[in-house]
């Protein structure tokens, strides 16, 4: 493509000389003849001598002419400077309108290719020609990165539907038992105490599944029109996560489970302790759910060169490999999730994942040999007052 760019230039600039030299003789007759011989007189009156030679006495004679040759050859050389100049502007004009041209026809052609590669499925090596390898591997990689995250999309989409349909269906189980109890306790004023006291219990654990599936679908809304927006201020963390474990004193003692923190005294953080409160609550609350049963939940925080880290540790089924990638995707739910109380509605660890990044920070999780440990690392507040 290069040589026949260099070609095509070469026979332009021939083109363009050729076309020069033509329409300056045309430009040179037509003034002459234009302006009445007046271009020839006025070359004789500046570089011709005229000295009349006489032959006898009678002053007979004629006249000599000589060419000014040194006035003749400045003249040439402005003259040749001249069309040298126009030369060079005119081959300089008439390569930009043709570079123009040729841009926007190699632009048409590549964006009726580039066109045609994204809608169809087709291989680039069939639509874009060798003289376009650079473009074909650019659109490659942009296609199957657009095709990456209409998957991702897809696979989002799906799921969020799968749970909102979980969701729905689930909610009828909770709702049909609370009316049945509570008809039952209408129909039977007389019903004895303890049998009362019994079915006013079953009633109440119902409603509050049922209220918990009805909180899912409003996180599910919140998620999707909620705009995260940090206050930032300097947090004494082992408060934060001694505050945390009393409140989740309750939810621990039902299930059987302890916890333990450790390395926690004396840390600061710089961050928006309510949404950090979260992040902590949302994961903690996915280590209860998923570890065994009278087991130990540790917390243990560690301090780096620039950076906190704060480790939840559980005992529970080995989370497998392929699950733990996608374990941060928004409504990503393990499948025993879908048979227990516990479930959410898989937006718990995105949303922890959205506000440590909002924070500089990263969360990742790690599950093997029945352990599993997630871990939040934060800026130091030392370092973030720096940047």
């Not at 045609?116 to 003289?131: L, S, T």
């Not at 209408?186 to 019903?191: G, H, L, R, S, Y």
């Not at 739910?333 to 920070?361: F, K, M, Q, Y």
């Amino acid at each position: 493509m290069k040589a026949k760019t260099r070609l095509t230039r070469v026979v332009v600039t021939a083109l363009a000389l050729i076309g020069g030299l033509i329409l300056c003789r045309m430009l040179f007759v037509l003034f002459d003849r234009f302006m009445n011989g007046f271009f020839v007189d006025w070359f004789e009156e500046q570089y011709v001598n005229q000295v009349w030679q006489t032959l006898d006495e009678n002053d007979q004679g004629y006249y000599y002419r000589s060419i000014r040759w040194g006035r003749v050859k400045s003249l040439l050389l402005e003259v040749l400077v001249v069309v040298v100049l126009l030369w060079i502007l005119s081959v300089r004009v008439i390569s930009i309108l043709y570079s123009t041209w040729r841009e926007r026809k190699v632009l048409h052609a590549a964006g009726q290719m580039i066109g045609d590669y994204m809608r169809h499925d087709r291989e680039a090596a069939e639509v874009f020609p060798p003289d376009f390898a650079e473009v074909s591997m650019q659109m490659t990689e942009i296609k199957s990165g657009i095709l990456r995250q209409e998957q991702l999309l897809r696979e989002e989409t799906g799921r969020k539907n799968d749970l909102i349909t979980y969701l729905a269906h689930d909610l009828k189980t909770p709702l049909t038992s609370v009316i049945g109890y509570m008809s039952l306790l209408e129909e039977a004023p007389d019903m004895p105490p303890e049998q009362k006291a019994r079915y006013v219990h079953i009633a109440l654990d119902k409603a509050l599944r049922l209220e918990r599936l009805i909180n899912e679908f409003f996180e599910i809304t919140r998620y999707n029109f909620q705009q995260i927006v940090l206050e930032r201020e300097t947090l004494d963390l082992s408060f934060l996560l001694v505050q945390l474990k009393d409140e989740f004193y309750p939810i621990l003692s039902a299930h059987g489970n302890r916890l333990r923190l450790e390395n926690t005294e004396g840390l600061v953080i710089l961050g928006d302790g309510e949404k950090l409160a979260r992040v902590f609550n949302n994961i903690l609350k996915n280590a209860v759910a998923y570890s065994y049963p009278d087991t130990e939940i540790l917390i243990r925080c560690e301090k780096g060169e620039n950076t906190l880290r704060i480790c939840f540790q559980n005992r529970g089924r080995t989370i497998p490999r392929q699950k733990l990638d996608a374990i941060f995707e928004k409504f990503f739910r393990l499948d025993e999730a879908r048979n227990s109380n516990t479930g959410g509605a898989g937006l718990g660890l995105a949303i922890a994942r959205e506000i440590v990044l909002l924070h500089g920070g990263t969360v990742t999780a790690e599950s093997a040999d029945e352990v599993t440990v997630f871990t939040v690392e934060l800026p130091d507040a030392a370092d973030v007052w720096k940047q």
